[in-house]
Each structure stands twice: as structure tokens, then as C-alpha cells.
């Protein structure tokens, strides 16, 4: 790899200009410099057996390459109510994409490939979702009127998604502020993408249609720890129900970033909600180097309107080009074309996310848009490239075009039909880095970094349903469903804390949905709540996390574990030792599980007299010297014993006066 060590010294001079830092090392203050705003639209699977507008079956995943048959589309754009078209629409119409759908028969139906109407909306997901929207303190609607919302990314068939919006003005509360939310939505889910390359796209329509929730709030956070809280409340709430899925791909989130000055940019489907935080500080310092170049820009071009690039493409001759890359596309017949960016010097450099510069917000375009395919990009401010700076400038000096000190310089590999496309998406990158902070929706990377996905969508692509007739909600039927719903979060973090259960343990409590066990075992078992807390969220969740689960297992077995325990006279403390084969074998009786841990009932007394035994053991193979290690060493001789036999803290005690 070569390095280009002036655009290394302006990335590190560029980042440093902006004052970023990185989230570990990030304050308040320097949150509350860049003006830093978040919001949330938090998507969540809700557990039915049928999807949403059609009999079909929910749950029931093919693999990529187990299919039926295949539908193939060519999508384009509409115009809404008021004679516009969205952007996000004709942007994906540039791509000029084949749309693959890979169906399998056991999981669609014509409605899927929209050959027939919709049917009338899941009651059943219906009934879930206006529950949690009262949980999650929203005003009803009086009547569900479906919309449809245009996505012309070929993620659904019809090109466009039905939803229906069901609750408004609500708000969630966290441990230290309220979080207000504009509204929650019933939609049905978007297929499964299996693979994404040059003008070709596939999808599987096995998980298209499924019933999936949309709470929406509003920019409430001010730093990127508030914007993973919120989310994780959100999905404990939808959780506590009992009435979503749970798994990989089951919830998911849009992540709303904006800085002073800059502009409301959607991150799509962050998987992770660990991933919140590096993901919004990251994009709001994005921003904010953005704004940096659109200060620089605006020095160096007095008028936007006259900028325009220049471009050439080279001649298609092989022996120009020696070997390597560029020799390959013109055998290929790809078209290489130098591309002059005037005022451009020292801009494709310029910092813009760890590890990446504005050079990138162009590439990350052409791919998308142009749907050019790695590698079709080089510059002359590369931070590190396969081809020396000197080879990227031969090839630049093989054209007519003339620089000046000030430009800088791009080389493109596209194909001919390409070509427009690729030149246009490139001016328009540099027209909007003039102008600021483009509206965009970004895709999200676990090392916290994103790219551009699309457009961000605007209100044009909404439309109403004429498929579909109004659904009134009846008082009765409201008043039906409001019945037994269950305790707030926020309260349920408030008796944890009272009951002095340590933080670390709520996440799992709450993520799992297990905090009626908790409180169970306190309430109607009376075991302590430090011993309760300790064993659900450090001791099952490490079971959980290293042993392969037996899919009969359930939370509700350890309820009946310590029932058994406690009412045969054994310490519950054994329950360590069964839970493994428990959760291996859930349908085995507690007295077998006894057997295969080899336990056996000792009279407290006996465990005690072993104490003075054990520890003249000791005084033989360590010597009279009783350091640090020698309590811990007589417990670590008589605990298997000890357990389900005597409380260990009372064996401690024992032996510290022994």
C-alpha cells in the first residue's frame, strides 16, 4: 500500500480544526458545542402467527438460495397527491436496477408480488400494537386510516409500504428525563436483501409482510448514552408484553442524527443497540467537518451556480496503461475518465468520520447511485492506496484537461452506460459540500462508521391506501384491550433499585423480559433480593450466554426450581449447580437432576466438624503461616459438600472463628 503523506498531514490537521474527539473522550461540553440532537424510530416484530395483510405464515426464514421461483421488477417512480415526486423515488430510478425476488411457496402469495389486494388487516397484530401504544402513554386514534409509504429500493414488491399510524403525543421516561414521542405505527415488514451488486439486486419475501411496529420520538437526546437508553427502554417495553419477537432481525432502528447547522440524517437499521453511541457521536462530528468544508468552500467559489467539473475520458488503448488495474478495465471495456474538481485542493482529504474523508461521501455515492463496482475510484489526496500517487498522476497527466493549483482530481472506471450517471452523482456531491449537509440516510457499520444508503425520504412518498376502508376503534373495544397491561419500565427499574439489585443486571432483566420471575422469587418465595438479582443476572445469563439451550427451556422452570428446593429442605444455593442440566434437560425431574450432580444431604453439624480437619490440612501443606489464601482455601474444600447443605455465608462465619 502507498501513503500519501500530505493528505495524512491534512486528515490530522482537518480533524484537529474541528475539534473532534472521540467518544471516549467526549463531554457534555463538547456535545453541547456541536449542538448535538438525536431522536429514535425504534421497529419492532410483533409475535403473530400470520402477517399483516394476507394469511401467510410469519417466522418460517428460507435460505438464499431456497426458492420456488423468482419475480423479477423494474421499478418507477409516482407522483404524490400534490403532483411531486419524492427524491429519494427518482434517485433510486437512476440506478436503472434489477430487482430480483426469490419466492418460496410455504412463505407468499400473490398479494406479495402484488397480484392481489390486500386483505383486511391482522386483528391479532392490530390488538398488540394499540397495547402498546397505551403503554407507551399515546393518544389513540379514532379510526385506522393504511397509507402507503413509496420505497422504490426494491425492498418491497408493490413499491410501497402499508402503515397506519395508531397512537400520537406519548412519552416514555427514562431514570433522569422524559422522552417525548411523536407517534407509533403498525406496518408490514420489507423483504430480506440476499445480495446487492452493480445493477443487480436480490431479495428473499419470506420475512415481507410480517407485523412490525414504528415508535417514533421526538430529538430528545442530547448525547449519544441517552440515545442507546432511550432505545433500550423502548424495546423493554415493547418486550414486556410478551407479545413481540425476540431474536436477530426482530427489532431493529433508525437512528435520527443532526449538529448546529446541520441536518436531520437517518441512520438505517443499526442491528445493535450498543452500536447507538459510537454511531450518533460519529455522524454528529460528520456533520460538523462538514460544515467546516462548506465554510472553506464558500471562501473559495463565489458563486455556486457557476461551478461546474470537467471531465475526459481516456482512450481505449491498453498499451497506455501497462498492466494493473486500469489496463484490465479497458480490456473489460469500462471507460476511465479524469475528472477535474476546481477549488477541490486539499477537500478530498479533509476529515470526515475516523479513518475516512470527504473523497469518501463521493465514492460511497457513485457506488450507490451510479452502481459502479470496487475499484472505480482514485484521487489525488488518497491516504492510502494500492497505486503510488506518482502512478495516479501519470494517469491524470494522460489527459487535456487543464489544472490548476487550486483543483483537485478524480479518476473514474465505469462502464459506458454509466457514464451520465456517474458525473452527475459526482457534481451533485460537490454542489451540496457548498451547500452544507445533505438530507441523507446512512447504513450503519459496527465499528460505529456509516455510508450513504439513499435520499432521505420526504413527505411525498406518502399517499393514502385506496385498497384499504377506514377501521374504527371502538371505546369497548379500547377499553378491552387496556385490561392487565403491564407495569411501566420505569417503575420496574425503581423496585429493582429499591430492592438494591446492582445496574449491571437490569439490561438482561428487562431485555429478557424476566422481571415478573425476579419479582416472584422475592415476593411469593421470599429470597432475598440480592441473591435473586445475583442469580438471574450474572449466574443464568452466563449460562445462558455458554451452554447450548434446550429450545423446551423456559424462565418459568426456575420459579419450580427453587419451589423444589425450599420445600424439601435444601439450600437454594444448589440451584447453581442444577441449573446447567435444567436448561440441558428441562423436562427431567428435579430429584434425577439431585442424581446426575452426585448430591448428597449432609447435617450441617458434620460440614462444621470438618472445619478443625481441614484446616490442620492445611497447617501440613502451607505451615503455620495463615496468609490471605487460607479462608478461601478451607471454604474451596468443604463448598461441594456445603452447597444445598448449609448457607455458604453461615460455613464463612464458621470458619473465620475457627
Not at 427524491?87 to 410455504?106: D, H, P, W
Not at 448514552?225 to 423493554?236: A, L, N, Q, S, T
Not at 377501521?471 to 369497548?476: F, G
Not at 453439624?605 to 482455601?633: R, Y
Request: aromatic fraction near 10%; glycine fraction near 6%.
Amino acid at each position: 500500500m502507498y501513503e500519501n503523506r500530505s493528505a495524512k498531514a491534512n486528515y490530522k490537521k482537518t480533524r484537529k480544526e474541528i475539534g473532534y474527539v472521540s467518544r471516549k473522550n467526549a463531554s457534555q461540553k463538547d456535545y453541547d458545542r456541536i449542538g448535538f440532537m438525536s431522536g429514535l424510530e425504534v421497529h419492532q416484530q410483533l409475535d403473530t402467527k400470520k402477517k399483516l395483510f394476507c394469511n401467510c405464515p410469519v417466522g418460517m426464514y428460507q435460505k438464499p438460495d431456497d426458492f420456488d421461483a423468482e419475480v423479477i421488477r423494474h421499478m418507477r417512480p409516482t407522483m404524490s397527491e400534490l403532483g411531486e415526486y419524492d427524491g429519494t423515488a427518482l434517485m433510486e430510478f437512476k440506478t436503472r436496477k434489477n430487482i430480483t425476488y426469490r419466492l418460496k411457496k410455504e412463505t407468499a402469495c400473490t398479494y406479495e408480488v402484488d397480484d392481489t389486494p390486500p386483505f383486511p388487516i391482522n386483528k391479532e397484530a392490530l390488538g398488540i400494537a394499540l397495547r402498546i401504544s397505551m403503554l407507551s402513554k399515546l393518544n389513540i386514534v379514532g379510526e385506522v386510516h393504511i397509507t402507503r409509504k413509496q420505497y422504490l429500493d426494491g425492498s418491497i414488491p408493490t413499491g410501497f409500504q402499508r402503515t397506519a399510524i395508531l397512537g400520537v403525543k406519548g412519552e416514555i421516561e427514562l431514570p433522569y428525563k422524559k422522552i417525548n414521542l411523536i407517534q407509533l405505527s403498525i406496518e408490514e415488514d420489507s423483504c430480506r436483501e440476499v445480495s446487492d451488486i452493480g445493477h443487480e439486486r436480490i431479495y428473499r419475501t419470506d420475512r415481507l409482510g410480517t407485523p412490525l411496529i414504528e415508535t417514533v420520538t421526538e430529538p430528545d437526546f442530547v448525547n449519544p448514552d441517552e440515545v442507546k437508553d432511550g432505545c433500550d427502554y423502548i424495546r423493554f417495553l415493547n418486550r414486556s408484553t410478551g407479545l413481540v419477537k425476540t431474536g436477530i432481525g426482530a427489532g431493529r432502528q433508525d437512528v435520527n442524527v443532526s449538529c448546529k447547522g446541520g441536518t436531520r440524517v437517518e441512520i438505517k437499521g443499526v442491528a445493535h443497540t450498543k452500536w447507538i453511541p459510537e454511531l450518533t457521536h460519529n455522524e454528529a462530528f460528520r456533520q460538523w467537518s462538514l460544515l467546516n468544508i462548506k465554510r472553506i468552500l464558500n471562501k473559495r467559489i463565489d458563486a455556486i451556480n457557476k461551478w461546474k467539473l470537467q471531465y475526459e475520458i481516456l482512450p481505449d488503448t491498453p498499451e497506455l496503461y501497462k498492466r494493473g488495474v486500469f489496463k484490465d478495465a479497458v480490456i473489460s471495456g469500462k471507460k476511465i475518465i479524469v475528472v477535474n474538481l476546481p477549488y477541490f485542493k486539499k477537500i478530498l482529504s479533509h476529515f470526515t468520520q475516523p479513518n475516512k474523508v470527504f473523497a469518501n461521501e463521493i465514492f460511497d455515492r457513485l457506488k450507490v447511485i451510479a452502481c459502479l463496482i470496487p475499484p472505480f475510484m482514485f484521487h489525488t489526496e488518497e491516504l492510502e492506496s494500492d497505486l503510488s500517487p506518482k502512478k495516479i498522476k501519470q494517469i491524470i497527466d494522460l489527459s487535456s484537461l487543464e489544472f490548476a493549483k487550486t483543483d483537485a482530481q478524480l479518476i473514474i472506471i465505469t462502464p459506458k452506460d454509466d457514464i451520465k450517471t456517474a458525473i452527475e452523482t459526482i457534481e451533485e456531491r460537490c454542489i451540496m459540500a457548498y451547500e452544507g449537509v445533505p438530507n441523507e440516510t446512512r447504513k450503519s457499520f459496527s465499528d460505529g462508521s456509516t455510508i450513504f444508503e439513499r435520499v432521505l425520504p420526504g413527505a411525498e412518498r406518502m399517499y393514502p391506501d385506496t385498497d384499504s376502508a377506514p377501521i374504527p376503534l371502538p371505546e369497548t373495544y379500547l377499553d378491552e384491550l387496556s385490561k392487565d397491561l403491564p407495569n411501566q419500565i420505569i417503575d420496574n427499574y425503581k423496585q429493582m433499585k429499591k430492592w438494591g439489585i446492582p445496574e449491571d443486571y437490569y439490561t438482561y432483566i428487562l431485555s429478557k423480559n424476566i422481571f415478573g420471575l425476579l419479582k416472584k422469587l422475592i415476593t411469593d418465595l421470599k429470597i432475598k433480593p440480592n441473591y435473586a438479582g445475583k442469580f438471574i443476572g450474572q449466574i443464568l445469563k452466563y449460562n445462558e450466554g455458554h451452554l447450548k439451550l434446550n429450545e423446551k427451556f423456559n424462565y418459568n422452570l426456575i420459579y419450580k426450581l427453587f419451589d423444589f428446593l425450599l420445600k424439601n429442605g435444601i439450600e437454594i444455593e444448589l440451584a447453581e449447580r442444577m441449573l446447567p442440566e435444567l436448561m440441558a434437560h428441562p423436562r427431567m425431574e428435579f430429584e434425577s437432576i439431585l442424581s446426575v450432580i452426585k448430591f448428597k444431604k449432609i447435617k450441617p453439624k458434620q460440614i462444621l466438624e470438618n472445619i478443625s480437619f481441614v484446616k490442620d490440612k492445611f497447617t501440613l501443606l502451607k505451615g503455620k503461616n495463615k496468609n490471605k489464601d487460607f479462608v478461601n482455601w478451607i471454604m474451596g474444600q468443604l463448598r461441594y459438600s456445603a452447597i444445598g447443605n448449609i448457607p455458604l455465608n453461615e460455613l464463612y462465619q464458621a470458619v473465620i472463628k475457627n
